[in-house]
Protein backbone atom coordinates (compact mmCIF):
# COMPACT_ATOMS: atom_id res chain seq x y z
CA UNK A 1 0.00 0.00 0.00
CA UNK A 2 1.11 3.87 -0.34
CA UNK A 3 0.13 6.65 1.51
CA UNK A 4 -1.33 9.78 -1.08
CA UNK A 5 -1.82 13.28 0.66
CA UNK A 6 -4.32 15.44 -1.10
CA UNK A 7 -4.44 19.59 -0.76
CA UNK A 8 -7.04 19.46 2.23
CA UNK A 9 -3.96 16.92 4.06
CA UNK A 10 -6.00 14.25 4.04
CA UNK A 11 -4.07 10.94 3.76
CA UNK A 12 -5.66 7.91 1.77
CA UNK A 13 -4.08 4.77 1.65
CA UNK A 14 -4.17 2.74 -2.46
CA UNK A 15 -2.66 -0.15 -3.65
CA UNK A 16 0.59 0.58 -5.30
CA UNK A 17 -0.19 0.69 -8.96
CA UNK A 18 -3.50 3.27 -8.54
CA UNK A 19 -3.39 6.05 -10.85
CA UNK A 20 -4.73 9.67 -10.25
CA UNK A 21 -8.10 8.48 -11.88
CA UNK A 22 -8.17 5.56 -9.20
CA UNK A 23 -7.66 8.50 -6.38
CA UNK A 24 -10.55 10.63 -8.51
CA UNK A 25 -12.69 8.00 -8.31
CA UNK A 26 -12.91 7.15 -5.23
CA UNK A 27 -13.45 11.23 -3.77
CA UNK A 28 -16.26 11.39 -6.41
CA UNK A 29 -17.72 9.99 -9.87
CA UNK A 30 -17.84 13.56 -10.90
CA UNK A 31 -14.06 14.74 -9.82
CA UNK A 32 -13.10 11.55 -11.80
CA UNK A 33 -15.29 12.71 -14.78
CA UNK A 34 -13.60 16.59 -14.96
CA UNK A 35 -10.45 15.60 -14.02
CA UNK A 36 -8.33 15.67 -16.95
CA UNK A 37 -4.30 16.12 -15.44
CA UNK A 38 -2.66 15.60 -12.23
CA UNK A 39 0.56 16.36 -9.87
CA UNK A 40 2.71 14.17 -8.11
CA UNK A 41 5.32 15.15 -5.49
CA UNK A 42 5.87 18.61 -7.54
CA UNK A 43 5.95 17.18 -10.94
CA UNK A 44 2.85 16.79 -13.78
CA UNK A 45 1.64 13.64 -14.55
CA UNK A 46 -0.86 11.77 -16.66
CA UNK A 47 -4.11 10.61 -15.00
CA UNK A 48 -3.33 7.30 -16.06
CA UNK A 49 0.34 7.61 -14.42
CA UNK A 50 1.49 4.44 -11.98
CA UNK A 51 1.94 5.54 -8.43
CA UNK A 52 4.11 3.60 -6.55
CA UNK A 53 5.64 5.63 -3.22
CA UNK A 54 4.07 7.85 -0.78
CA UNK A 55 3.79 11.10 -1.44
CA UNK A 56 1.20 14.12 -2.19
CA UNK A 57 -1.12 13.96 -4.88
CA UNK A 58 -3.10 17.40 -6.66
CA UNK A 59 -6.02 16.74 -9.58
CA UNK A 60 -6.68 19.55 -12.20
CA UNK A 61 -9.46 19.64 -13.95
CA UNK A 62 -10.14 22.73 -16.94
CA UNK A 63 -11.20 25.01 -14.32
CA UNK A 64 -7.32 25.07 -13.03
CA UNK A 65 -4.32 26.72 -14.14
CA UNK A 66 -2.61 23.40 -14.34
CA UNK A 67 -5.50 21.76 -16.04
CA UNK A 68 -5.44 24.24 -19.03
CA UNK A 69 -1.91 23.80 -19.36
CA UNK A 70 -1.84 19.88 -20.06
CA UNK A 71 -4.75 20.60 -21.96
CA UNK A 72 -3.08 23.15 -24.50
CA UNK A 73 0.19 20.93 -24.84
CA UNK A 74 -1.73 17.81 -25.66
CA UNK A 75 -3.59 20.20 -28.00
CA UNK A 76 -0.06 20.64 -29.33
CA UNK A 77 0.68 17.18 -30.13
CA UNK A 78 -2.45 17.57 -31.77
CA UNK A 79 -1.99 19.87 -34.45
CA UNK A 80 1.77 18.33 -35.06
CA UNK A 81 0.08 15.26 -36.12
CA UNK A 82 -2.41 17.82 -38.16
CA UNK A 83 0.84 19.51 -39.79
CA UNK A 84 2.62 16.25 -40.13
CA UNK A 85 -0.59 14.64 -42.33
CA UNK A 86 -1.12 18.03 -44.41
CA UNK A 87 2.45 19.10 -44.84
CA UNK A 88 4.39 15.53 -45.60
CA UNK A 89 8.24 16.33 -44.85
CA UNK A 90 7.73 19.13 -42.58
CA UNK A 91 10.30 18.81 -39.19
CA UNK A 92 8.77 19.50 -36.58
CA UNK A 93 10.71 21.37 -33.29
CA UNK A 94 9.10 22.57 -30.21
CA UNK A 95 5.06 23.05 -29.41
CA UNK A 96 4.66 24.28 -25.86
CA UNK A 97 1.38 25.57 -23.91
CA UNK A 98 1.28 29.45 -23.76
CA UNK A 99 -0.81 31.91 -21.53
CA UNK A 100 -4.09 31.16 -24.22
CA UNK A 101 -3.35 28.00 -26.00
CA UNK A 102 -0.20 26.64 -27.30
CA UNK A 103 1.81 27.14 -30.17
CA UNK A 104 4.24 24.49 -32.34
CA UNK A 105 7.46 25.70 -34.43
CA UNK A 106 7.84 24.00 -37.34
CA UNK A 107 10.35 23.72 -40.78
CA UNK A 108 7.46 23.80 -43.60
CA UNK A 109 10.54 23.42 -45.87
CA UNK A 110 9.17 24.89 -49.18
CA UNK A 111 5.86 25.23 -48.78
CA UNK A 112 3.73 28.20 -46.78
CA UNK A 113 1.18 27.99 -44.47
CA UNK A 114 -1.19 30.72 -44.15
CA UNK A 115 -4.52 32.38 -42.87
CA UNK A 116 -6.02 30.55 -45.86
CA UNK A 117 -4.86 26.99 -44.56
CA UNK A 118 -6.17 27.38 -40.76
CA UNK A 119 -9.69 26.10 -41.39
CA UNK A 120 -8.02 22.71 -42.80
CA UNK A 121 -5.26 22.64 -40.25
CA UNK A 122 -8.46 22.56 -37.93
CA UNK A 123 -10.94 20.37 -39.30
CA UNK A 124 -7.67 17.71 -39.40
CA UNK A 125 -7.01 18.29 -35.74
CA UNK A 126 -11.02 17.74 -35.04
CA UNK A 127 -10.70 14.62 -36.72
CA UNK A 128 -7.89 13.20 -34.99
CA UNK A 129 -10.01 14.23 -31.94
CA UNK A 130 -12.72 12.44 -32.43
CA UNK A 131 -10.68 9.14 -32.48
CA UNK A 132 -10.44 9.31 -28.72
CA UNK A 133 -6.48 8.06 -28.79
CA UNK A 134 -5.25 7.64 -24.97
CA UNK A 135 -1.96 9.91 -24.44
CA UNK A 136 1.10 7.07 -23.44
CA UNK A 137 4.34 8.28 -21.92
CA UNK A 138 7.51 5.67 -22.45
CA UNK A 139 10.97 6.43 -21.81
CA UNK A 140 13.52 5.42 -24.87
CA UNK A 141 16.82 5.20 -25.55
CA UNK A 142 19.31 7.94 -26.36
CA UNK A 143 20.18 6.15 -29.72
CA UNK A 144 16.36 4.69 -30.47
CA UNK A 145 15.84 8.62 -29.67
CA UNK A 146 18.69 9.87 -32.12
CA UNK A 147 17.59 7.26 -34.63
CA UNK A 148 13.83 7.89 -35.06
CA UNK A 149 15.19 11.85 -36.36
CA UNK A 150 17.75 11.17 -38.10
CA UNK A 151 16.02 13.29 -40.68
CA UNK A 152 15.26 16.23 -38.08
CA UNK A 153 17.97 18.38 -37.02
CA UNK A 154 15.84 20.26 -35.07
CA UNK A 155 15.16 16.77 -32.48
CA UNK A 156 18.31 16.15 -32.61
CA UNK A 157 19.64 18.70 -31.54
CA UNK A 158 17.13 18.61 -28.36
CA UNK A 159 18.06 14.89 -27.75
CA UNK A 160 22.04 15.49 -27.63
CA UNK A 161 21.58 17.90 -24.92
CA UNK A 162 19.35 14.98 -22.95
CA UNK A 163 20.42 12.30 -20.48
CA UNK A 164 20.46 8.30 -21.85
CA UNK A 165 17.34 7.15 -19.56
CA UNK A 166 15.76 10.69 -19.09
CA UNK A 167 14.62 10.56 -22.90
CA UNK A 168 10.55 9.95 -22.71
CA UNK A 169 8.28 10.00 -25.84
CA UNK A 170 4.46 10.61 -26.05
CA UNK A 171 2.23 8.47 -28.12
CA UNK A 172 -1.22 9.00 -29.15
CA UNK A 173 -2.81 7.99 -32.47
CA UNK A 174 -0.25 6.77 -35.30
CA UNK A 175 2.00 10.20 -34.08
CA UNK A 176 4.78 9.94 -31.47
CA UNK A 177 6.89 13.20 -30.00
CA UNK A 178 9.81 13.87 -27.95
CA UNK A 179 8.18 14.80 -24.44
CA UNK A 180 8.37 15.10 -20.68
CA UNK A 181 4.79 14.65 -20.06
CA UNK A 182 1.94 16.30 -18.96
CA UNK A 183 -0.94 15.27 -20.89
CA UNK A 184 -5.01 14.74 -20.83
CA UNK A 185 -6.23 11.26 -20.67
CA UNK A 186 -7.16 11.20 -24.48
CA UNK A 187 -8.00 13.51 -27.21
CA UNK A 188 -11.50 12.97 -27.36
CA UNK A 189 -11.87 15.77 -24.94
CA UNK A 190 -10.54 18.23 -27.39
CA UNK A 191 -13.99 19.88 -28.61
CA UNK A 192 -13.18 22.50 -30.25
CA UNK A 193 -10.30 24.10 -31.77
CA UNK A 194 -9.02 27.72 -33.63
CA UNK A 195 -5.81 28.35 -35.43
CA UNK A 196 -5.32 31.92 -34.56
CA UNK A 197 -2.00 33.15 -36.51
CA UNK A 198 1.27 32.33 -38.21
CA UNK A 199 4.80 34.06 -37.34
CA UNK A 200 8.21 33.95 -38.02
CA UNK A 201 10.33 32.48 -35.23
CA UNK A 202 14.35 31.74 -34.79
CA UNK A 203 15.07 28.60 -33.98
CA UNK A 204 16.01 28.75 -30.01
CA UNK A 205 15.20 32.65 -30.60
CA UNK A 206 18.69 33.20 -32.03
CA UNK A 207 18.73 35.38 -35.35
CA UNK A 208 21.50 33.36 -36.46
CA UNK A 209 19.43 30.17 -36.77
CA UNK A 210 17.04 28.60 -39.20
CA UNK A 211 13.74 30.93 -39.34
CA UNK A 212 10.69 28.84 -38.38
CA UNK A 213 7.19 28.76 -39.05
CA UNK A 214 5.07 29.44 -35.52
CA UNK A 215 1.49 28.16 -35.38
CA UNK A 216 -0.63 29.50 -32.76
CA UNK A 217 -3.83 27.98 -31.55
CA UNK A 218 -6.39 27.52 -28.51
CA UNK A 219 -8.49 24.87 -27.95
CA UNK A 220 -11.20 23.91 -25.81
CA UNK A 221 -13.90 21.20 -24.16
CA UNK A 222 -16.66 23.18 -25.36
CA UNK A 223 -17.64 24.99 -28.22
CA UNK A 224 -19.09 27.86 -26.02
CA UNK A 225 -15.87 28.23 -24.32
CA UNK A 226 -14.48 28.98 -28.19
CA UNK A 227 -17.56 31.27 -28.76
CA UNK A 228 -16.58 33.26 -25.60
CA UNK A 229 -13.30 33.41 -26.49
CA UNK A 230 -13.50 34.53 -29.78
CA UNK A 231 -15.76 37.36 -28.71
CA UNK A 232 -13.22 38.41 -26.35
CA UNK A 233 -10.29 38.53 -28.54
CA UNK A 234 -12.73 40.99 -30.91
CA UNK A 235 -13.02 42.54 -27.54
CA UNK A 236 -9.11 42.62 -27.21
CA UNK A 237 -8.59 43.72 -30.84
CA UNK A 238 -10.49 46.80 -30.14
CA UNK A 239 -9.09 47.45 -26.93
CA UNK A 240 -5.37 46.91 -28.70
CA UNK A 241 -3.24 49.76 -27.14
CA UNK A 242 -1.25 50.17 -30.08
CA UNK A 243 -4.38 50.86 -31.97
CA UNK A 244 -6.01 53.27 -29.32
CA UNK A 245 -2.26 54.97 -29.02
CA UNK A 246 -2.62 56.04 -32.67
CA UNK A 247 -6.09 57.00 -32.97
CA UNK A 248 -5.89 58.97 -29.43
CA UNK A 249 -2.61 60.66 -30.48
CA UNK A 250 -0.36 59.06 -27.74
CA UNK A 251 2.51 57.77 -28.97
CA UNK A 252 4.78 56.60 -32.21
CA UNK A 253 7.49 55.25 -33.49
CA UNK A 254 9.57 55.87 -35.94
CA UNK A 255 11.99 52.78 -37.90
CA UNK A 256 14.48 56.16 -38.25
CA UNK A 257 14.41 56.61 -34.07
CA UNK A 258 14.98 53.16 -34.18
CA UNK A 259 12.88 49.91 -33.39
CA UNK A 260 11.52 49.82 -29.38
CA UNK A 261 11.78 53.38 -28.64
CA UNK A 262 8.40 54.99 -28.35
CA UNK A 263 7.83 59.14 -29.24
CA UNK A 264 5.91 60.43 -26.51
CA UNK A 265 3.22 63.08 -28.39
CA UNK A 266 1.39 65.63 -26.97
CA UNK A 267 -1.34 64.14 -25.60
CA UNK A 268 0.79 61.13 -24.24
CA UNK A 269 3.64 63.40 -22.39
CA UNK A 270 0.95 64.99 -20.74
CA UNK A 271 -0.69 61.92 -19.85
CA UNK A 272 2.90 60.63 -18.42
CA UNK A 273 3.12 63.88 -16.61
CA UNK A 274 -0.19 63.29 -14.98
CA UNK A 275 1.14 59.87 -13.99
CA UNK A 276 4.25 60.97 -12.70
CA UNK A 277 2.87 63.78 -10.53
CA UNK A 278 0.13 61.50 -9.03
CA UNK A 279 2.50 59.18 -8.03
CA UNK A 280 5.41 61.89 -6.72
CA UNK A 281 2.30 63.48 -4.75
CA UNK A 282 1.66 60.08 -2.75
CA UNK A 283 5.46 59.58 -2.40
CA UNK A 284 6.23 62.95 -0.88
CA UNK A 285 4.12 62.36 1.58
CA UNK A 286 5.48 59.07 2.47
CA UNK A 287 8.83 60.16 2.71
CA UNK A 288 10.90 59.61 -0.64
CA UNK A 289 13.21 62.30 -1.93
CA UNK A 290 13.43 62.44 -5.56
CA UNK A 291 16.74 61.81 -7.15
CA UNK A 292 18.22 62.39 -11.41
CA UNK A 293 20.80 60.11 -12.42
CA UNK A 294 22.53 59.60 -15.93
CA UNK A 295 21.87 57.42 -18.64
CA UNK A 296 24.54 55.94 -19.13
CA UNK A 297 26.92 54.50 -16.55
CA UNK A 298 30.82 52.83 -16.62
CA UNK A 299 31.00 49.52 -17.43
CA UNK A 300 33.03 48.83 -13.50
CA UNK A 301 29.38 50.20 -12.32
CA UNK A 302 27.36 47.45 -13.18
CA UNK A 303 30.06 44.27 -12.74
CA UNK A 304 29.84 45.57 -8.94
CA UNK A 305 26.30 45.09 -9.43
CA UNK A 306 25.80 41.69 -10.89
CA UNK A 307 24.20 43.34 -13.85
CA UNK A 308 26.52 42.78 -16.38
CA UNK A 309 27.12 39.21 -15.63
CA UNK A 310 23.81 38.42 -15.56
CA UNK A 311 22.64 40.39 -19.13
CA UNK A 312 25.44 41.76 -20.22
CA UNK A 313 25.39 39.43 -23.95
CA UNK A 314 21.74 40.06 -24.17
CA UNK A 315 22.32 44.24 -23.65
CA UNK A 316 23.04 47.34 -25.79
CA UNK A 317 27.30 46.71 -26.10
CA UNK A 318 29.38 49.07 -24.21
CA UNK A 319 30.48 52.40 -25.57
CA UNK A 320 34.19 53.17 -25.57
CA UNK A 321 35.41 56.31 -25.28
CA UNK A 322 38.85 57.87 -27.05
CA UNK A 323 40.32 56.95 -23.54
CA UNK A 324 41.83 53.99 -23.20
CA UNK A 325 40.18 51.09 -22.00
CA UNK A 326 37.32 53.42 -20.63
CA UNK A 327 33.97 51.64 -21.44
CA UNK A 328 30.38 52.69 -20.78
CA UNK A 329 26.84 51.30 -20.61
CA UNK A 330 23.35 52.58 -21.76
CA UNK A 331 21.73 52.19 -18.46
CA UNK A 332 19.90 48.75 -17.60
CA UNK A 333 18.78 49.78 -14.13
CA UNK A 334 18.97 52.29 -11.69
CA UNK A 335 19.50 50.91 -8.83
CA UNK A 336 23.41 50.60 -8.91
CA UNK A 337 23.05 54.66 -9.56
CA UNK A 338 21.06 55.19 -6.19
CA UNK A 339 23.50 52.37 -4.29
CA UNK A 340 26.38 55.45 -5.09
CA UNK A 341 23.80 58.01 -4.24
CA UNK A 342 23.68 56.22 -0.81
CA UNK A 343 27.32 56.11 -0.69
CA UNK A 344 27.87 59.68 -0.82
CA UNK A 345 26.95 60.37 2.71
CA UNK A 346 28.07 58.46 5.60
CA UNK A 347 25.13 57.86 7.70
CA UNK A 348 24.07 56.86 11.20
CA UNK A 349 21.16 54.56 12.53
CA UNK A 350 19.35 58.09 13.49
CA UNK A 351 19.18 58.82 9.37
CA UNK A 352 17.45 55.94 8.18
CA UNK A 353 15.90 55.12 6.15
CA UNK A 354 16.46 56.87 3.48
CA UNK A 355 14.30 56.72 0.27
CA UNK A 356 15.53 57.34 -2.84
CA UNK A 357 12.99 57.94 -5.72
CA UNK A 358 13.56 58.49 -9.79
CA UNK A 359 11.52 58.23 -12.80
CA UNK A 360 14.84 56.58 -14.28
CA UNK A 361 14.54 56.03 -18.05
CA UNK A 362 16.61 52.50 -18.86
CA UNK A 363 17.47 50.64 -22.08
CA UNK A 364 17.31 46.91 -22.80
CA UNK A 365 18.35 45.39 -26.15
CA UNK A 366 15.34 43.44 -26.83
CA UNK A 367 15.22 40.94 -30.02
CA UNK A 368 13.29 42.79 -33.04
CA UNK A 369 11.11 39.83 -33.24
CA UNK A 370 9.80 40.02 -29.17
CA UNK A 371 8.62 44.07 -29.74
CA UNK A 372 5.24 44.52 -28.87
CA UNK A 373 4.05 48.55 -28.90
CA UNK A 374 4.63 49.57 -25.39
CA UNK A 375 4.60 46.83 -23.82
CA UNK A 376 7.68 45.18 -25.16
CA UNK A 377 10.31 48.12 -25.51
CA UNK A 378 14.20 48.87 -25.68
CA UNK A 379 13.79 51.79 -23.68
CA UNK A 380 11.60 52.30 -20.86
CA UNK A 381 11.08 54.51 -18.01
CA UNK A 382 10.81 53.19 -14.32
CA UNK A 383 9.19 54.38 -11.62
CA UNK A 384 11.95 53.04 -9.43
CA UNK A 385 12.86 53.88 -5.77
CA UNK A 386 15.33 52.50 -3.43
CA UNK A 387 15.28 52.54 0.46
CA UNK A 388 17.73 51.69 2.77
CA UNK A 389 16.93 50.91 6.09
CA UNK A 390 17.82 48.63 9.31
CA UNK A 391 16.81 45.04 9.26
CA UNK A 392 14.53 46.31 12.15
CA UNK A 393 12.73 48.99 9.98
CA UNK A 394 12.44 46.61 6.96
CA UNK A 395 9.28 44.77 7.90
CA UNK A 396 7.71 48.11 8.41
CA UNK A 397 9.06 49.72 4.94
CA UNK A 398 8.02 46.61 3.32
CA UNK A 399 4.08 47.03 4.51
CA UNK A 400 4.45 50.97 3.59
CA UNK A 401 5.30 50.10 0.26
CA UNK A 402 2.37 47.37 -0.19
CA UNK A 403 -0.09 50.12 1.17
CA UNK A 404 1.36 52.58 -1.66
CA UNK A 405 0.94 49.84 -4.40
CA UNK A 406 -2.69 49.51 -2.97
CA UNK A 407 -3.33 53.20 -3.72
CA UNK A 408 -1.86 53.46 -7.13
CA UNK A 409 -3.82 50.28 -7.99
CA UNK A 410 -7.41 51.66 -6.48
CA UNK A 411 -7.18 54.88 -7.90
CA UNK A 412 -6.30 53.52 -11.48
CA UNK A 413 -9.45 50.88 -11.12
CA UNK A 414 -7.08 47.67 -11.09
CA UNK A 415 -9.48 45.76 -8.37
CA UNK A 416 -8.87 42.49 -9.09
CA UNK A 417 -5.13 40.83 -8.16
CA UNK A 418 -3.43 38.34 -6.78
CA UNK A 419 -0.10 39.03 -4.46
CA UNK A 420 3.00 36.50 -6.33
CA UNK A 421 5.75 36.00 -4.02
CA UNK A 422 8.51 34.90 -6.08
CA UNK A 423 11.12 32.66 -4.63
CA UNK A 424 14.31 31.49 -4.98
CA UNK A 425 14.87 27.64 -7.09
CA UNK A 426 17.25 25.94 -4.64
CA UNK A 427 17.91 23.84 -7.12
CA UNK A 428 19.43 25.72 -9.16
CA UNK A 429 21.67 28.55 -7.14
CA UNK A 430 23.84 29.19 -10.35
CA UNK A 431 21.07 31.55 -11.24
CA UNK A 432 21.62 33.83 -7.77
CA UNK A 433 24.16 35.51 -6.02
CA UNK A 434 24.31 36.16 -2.33
CA UNK A 435 24.57 34.09 0.47
CA UNK A 436 21.84 31.10 1.70
CA UNK A 437 21.45 33.50 5.39
CA UNK A 438 20.34 36.91 3.39
CA UNK A 439 17.70 34.97 1.35
CA UNK A 440 16.06 33.05 3.75
CA UNK A 441 16.21 36.75 6.04
CA UNK A 442 14.81 38.14 2.39
CA UNK A 443 12.22 35.20 2.02
CA UNK A 444 11.03 35.10 5.86
CA UNK A 445 10.44 39.29 5.21
CA UNK A 446 8.33 39.29 2.06
CA UNK A 447 6.23 36.31 3.39
CA UNK A 448 5.48 38.13 6.74
CA UNK A 449 4.65 41.72 5.23
CA UNK A 450 2.24 39.29 2.67
CA UNK A 451 0.32 37.70 5.42
CA UNK A 452 0.04 40.78 7.67
CA UNK A 453 -1.25 42.42 5.33
CA UNK A 454 -3.99 39.91 4.34
CA UNK A 455 -3.20 39.99 1.07
CA UNK A 456 -4.78 37.32 -1.28
CA UNK A 457 -1.09 35.53 -2.76
CA UNK A 458 0.62 32.72 -4.26
CA UNK A 459 4.47 31.44 -3.46
CA UNK A 460 6.32 30.97 -6.91
CA UNK A 461 9.18 28.71 -6.48
CA UNK A 462 12.23 30.14 -9.13
CA UNK A 463 10.51 33.35 -10.29
CA UNK A 464 12.64 35.66 -8.12
CA UNK A 465 15.63 38.35 -9.16
CA UNK A 466 18.86 37.08 -9.43
CA UNK A 467 19.76 39.38 -6.32
CA UNK A 468 16.91 38.91 -4.15
CA UNK A 469 13.22 37.53 -3.63
CA UNK A 470 10.02 39.70 -4.71
CA UNK A 471 6.62 40.34 -4.49
CA UNK A 472 4.75 40.86 -7.40
CA UNK A 473 1.18 41.99 -8.39
CA UNK A 474 -0.53 39.72 -10.56
CA UNK A 475 -3.55 42.12 -11.85
CA UNK A 476 -6.41 40.99 -13.97
CA UNK A 477 -7.38 43.54 -16.38
CA UNK A 478 -11.37 44.28 -18.01
CA UNK A 479 -11.11 41.39 -19.70
CA UNK A 480 -9.67 38.78 -17.70
CA UNK A 481 -6.51 38.88 -18.82
CA UNK A 482 -3.54 38.61 -16.37
CA UNK A 483 -0.54 40.77 -16.05
CA UNK A 484 2.67 41.69 -13.92
CA UNK A 485 2.17 45.37 -12.38
CA UNK A 486 3.86 46.75 -9.55
CA UNK A 487 7.00 45.01 -7.93
CA UNK A 488 8.89 44.97 -4.67
CA UNK A 489 11.94 42.97 -3.74
CA UNK A 490 14.05 42.86 -0.79
CA UNK A 491 17.97 42.75 -1.25
CA UNK A 492 20.51 41.76 1.45
CA UNK A 493 23.14 41.57 -1.94
CA UNK A 494 23.26 44.92 -3.60
CA UNK A 495 24.43 46.79 0.47
CA UNK A 496 27.44 43.77 0.25
CA UNK A 497 28.84 44.39 -3.14
CA UNK A 498 29.08 48.53 -3.04
CA UNK A 499 29.78 48.17 0.67
CA UNK A 500 26.95 50.27 1.94
CA UNK A 501 27.17 51.26 5.51
CA UNK A 502 25.76 53.24 8.59
CA UNK A 503 26.80 53.90 12.32
CA UNK A 504 24.77 51.88 14.42
CA UNK A 505 23.84 52.85 17.82
CA UNK A 506 27.07 50.70 19.06
CA UNK A 507 29.05 53.26 17.04
CA UNK A 508 29.99 50.05 14.83
CA UNK A 509 29.38 50.23 10.91
CA UNK A 510 26.55 47.78 9.90
CA UNK A 511 25.18 47.13 6.61
CA UNK A 512 21.45 48.35 5.78
CA UNK A 513 19.05 46.18 3.72
CA UNK A 514 17.60 47.73 0.39
CA UNK A 515 13.96 47.38 -0.78
CA UNK A 516 13.61 47.74 -4.37
CA UNK A 517 10.35 49.12 -5.85
CA UNK A 518 7.97 50.03 -8.78
CA UNK A 519 4.17 50.56 -8.36
CA UNK A 520 3.67 51.12 -12.02
CA UNK A 521 6.86 48.43 -13.13
CA UNK A 522 6.95 50.74 -16.59
CA UNK A 523 5.17 54.07 -17.64
CA UNK A 524 5.14 52.55 -20.73
CA UNK A 525 3.94 48.84 -20.07
CA UNK A 526 1.80 50.25 -17.23
CA UNK A 527 0.02 52.53 -19.80
CA UNK A 528 -0.46 49.71 -22.78
CA UNK A 529 -2.11 47.92 -20.27
CA UNK A 530 -3.94 50.90 -18.83
CA UNK A 531 -5.38 51.65 -22.10
CA UNK A 532 -6.38 47.85 -22.89
CA UNK A 533 -8.32 47.98 -19.49
CA UNK A 534 -10.20 50.70 -19.70
CA UNK A 535 -10.56 50.64 -23.59
CA UNK A 536 -8.63 54.33 -23.53
CA UNK A 537 -11.61 55.51 -21.23
CA UNK A 538 -9.20 56.32 -18.13
CA UNK A 539 -10.37 57.59 -15.16
CA UNK A 540 -11.75 61.45 -15.10
CA UNK A 541 -8.95 62.92 -13.25
CA UNK A 542 -6.36 61.37 -15.47
CA UNK A 543 -7.90 62.43 -19.02
CA UNK A 544 -5.94 64.14 -21.62
CA UNK A 545 -9.31 66.49 -22.05
CA UNK A 546 -12.18 66.00 -19.61
CA UNK A 547 -14.21 68.47 -21.15
CA UNK A 548 -15.12 69.91 -24.77
CA UNK A 549 -16.87 72.90 -25.25
CA UNK A 550 -18.78 72.63 -28.44
CA UNK A 551 -20.19 75.57 -29.95
CA UNK A 552 -23.42 75.11 -32.54
CA UNK A 553 -22.17 78.47 -34.72
CA UNK A 554 -19.68 81.70 -34.69
CA UNK A 555 -22.07 83.92 -32.81
CA UNK A 556 -21.81 81.85 -29.81
CA UNK A 557 -17.93 81.57 -29.58
CA UNK A 558 -17.71 84.83 -26.90
CA UNK A 559 -19.96 82.75 -24.77
CA UNK A 560 -17.97 79.65 -25.37
CA UNK A 561 -14.80 81.25 -24.60
CA UNK A 562 -16.22 82.71 -21.04
CA UNK A 563 -16.99 79.04 -20.47
CA UNK A 564 -13.98 77.29 -21.34
CA UNK A 565 -12.07 80.55 -18.73
CA UNK A 566 -14.54 79.31 -16.09
CA UNK A 567 -14.21 75.58 -16.10
CA UNK A 568 -9.69 76.40 -16.48
CA UNK A 569 -10.87 78.32 -13.34
CA UNK A 570 -12.31 75.37 -11.57
CA UNK A 571 -8.87 73.15 -12.54
CA UNK A 572 -10.99 71.37 -15.45
CA UNK A 573 -9.23 70.63 -18.22
CA UNK A 574 -11.19 71.60 -21.34
CA UNK A 575 -10.86 72.57 -25.01
CA UNK A 576 -13.21 74.46 -27.24
CA UNK A 577 -14.08 73.03 -30.79
CA UNK A 578 -15.77 76.65 -32.90
CA UNK A 579 -15.04 75.14 -35.95
CA UNK A 580 -17.82 75.88 -38.59
CA UNK A 581 -18.54 72.68 -38.45
CA UNK A 582 -22.03 71.05 -37.44
CA UNK A 583 -22.53 70.03 -33.85
CA UNK A 584 -23.33 66.16 -35.07
CA UNK A 585 -19.68 65.81 -36.50
CA UNK A 586 -18.11 68.12 -33.45
CA UNK A 587 -20.14 65.38 -31.03
CA UNK A 588 -18.99 62.46 -32.93
CA UNK A 589 -15.23 63.98 -32.83
CA UNK A 590 -15.48 64.14 -29.37
CA UNK A 591 -16.76 60.41 -28.95
CA UNK A 592 -13.89 59.37 -30.80
CA UNK A 593 -11.40 61.10 -28.51
CA UNK A 594 -13.04 59.36 -25.58
CA UNK A 595 -14.31 62.88 -24.14
CA UNK A 596 -15.77 62.24 -21.19
CA UNK A 597 -17.96 65.12 -21.41
CA UNK A 598 -18.98 67.43 -23.90
CA UNK A 599 -20.80 71.06 -23.45
CA UNK A 600 -22.89 72.10 -25.90
CA UNK A 601 -22.96 75.83 -26.33
CA UNK A 602 -25.89 77.61 -28.16
CA UNK A 603 -29.00 80.13 -27.76
CA UNK A 604 -30.52 78.99 -25.31
CA UNK A 605 -27.28 78.86 -22.90
CA UNK A 606 -26.14 81.73 -23.36
CA UNK A 607 -29.54 83.66 -23.05
CA UNK A 608 -29.59 81.69 -19.31
CA UNK A 609 -25.63 81.84 -18.84
CA UNK A 610 -25.68 77.89 -18.57
CA UNK A 611 -24.36 75.25 -20.69
CA UNK A 612 -25.90 71.84 -21.66
CA UNK A 613 -23.92 68.66 -21.10
CA UNK A 614 -23.88 65.53 -22.26
CA UNK A 615 -21.61 62.32 -21.32
CA UNK A 616 -19.83 59.94 -23.57
CA UNK A 617 -21.92 57.31 -24.48
CA UNK A 618 -24.90 59.83 -25.10
CA UNK A 619 -26.33 60.48 -21.91
CA UNK A 620 -27.61 63.77 -21.16
CA UNK A 621 -27.41 65.53 -18.39
CA UNK A 622 -29.73 68.68 -19.04
CA UNK A 623 -28.65 72.32 -18.27
CA UNK A 624 -27.03 73.47 -15.60
CA UNK A 625 -24.71 76.07 -14.49
CA UNK A 626 -20.81 76.15 -14.43
CA UNK A 627 -20.52 75.93 -10.77
CA UNK A 628 -22.92 73.08 -10.85
CA UNK A 629 -21.50 71.13 -13.42
CA UNK A 630 -17.86 71.38 -11.83
CA UNK A 631 -19.42 70.18 -8.36
CA UNK A 632 -20.21 67.15 -10.70
CA UNK A 633 -15.99 66.68 -11.88
CA UNK A 634 -14.90 67.09 -8.58
CA UNK A 635 -17.52 63.72 -7.11
CA UNK A 636 -16.40 61.99 -9.68
CA UNK A 637 -12.94 62.71 -9.54
CA UNK A 638 -12.68 61.99 -5.63
CA UNK A 639 -15.06 58.47 -6.30
CA UNK A 640 -11.99 57.22 -8.80
CA UNK A 641 -9.19 59.11 -6.96
CA UNK A 642 -8.20 57.41 -3.78
CA UNK A 643 -6.91 59.48 -0.35
CA UNK A 644 -3.57 58.29 0.07
Known amino acids: MINITLPDGSVKAFNIGSTPMDVAKSISEGLARNVISANFNGTTIETSTELATDGSLVLYTWNDDEGKKAFWHSSAHVLAQALEELYPGCKLTIGPAIDNGFYYDVDFGENVVSDKDFKSIENKMLEIAKGKHNFNMRTVSKSDALSLYKDNIYKTELIKNLEDGEITFCDHSTFTDLCRGGHIPNTGIIKAVKILSVAGAYWRGDENNPQLTRVYGISFPKQKDLKEYLELLEEAKKRDHRKLGKELGLFAFSQKVGQGLPLWLPKGAALRERLENFLKAAQK ?75 GTVYRYEQSGELHGLTRVRGFTQDDAHIFCTPDQLDQEFKNVIDLVLYVFGSLGFENFTAQVSLRDPEKPEKYIGSDENWEKAEKAILNATKEKNLNYIIETGEAAFYGPKLDFMVKDALGRQWQLGTIQVDYNLPERFDLTYKGSDNESHRPVMIHRAPFGS ?41 LTLLENHEIRALIDNRSETIGKKIREAEMNKTPYMIIIGEQEEKENKISVRQHGGEDLGTISVDEFAEIIKKEINKTKKQF
Open 285 to 359: KAGYEMVVTPHIGQKELYVTSGHYAKYGEDSFQPITTPKEDEEFLLKPMNCPHHCEIYNNTQWSYKDLPKRYAEF
Open 523 to 563: LERFIAILLEHTGGNFPLWLMPTQVSVLTLSEKYENYGQNV
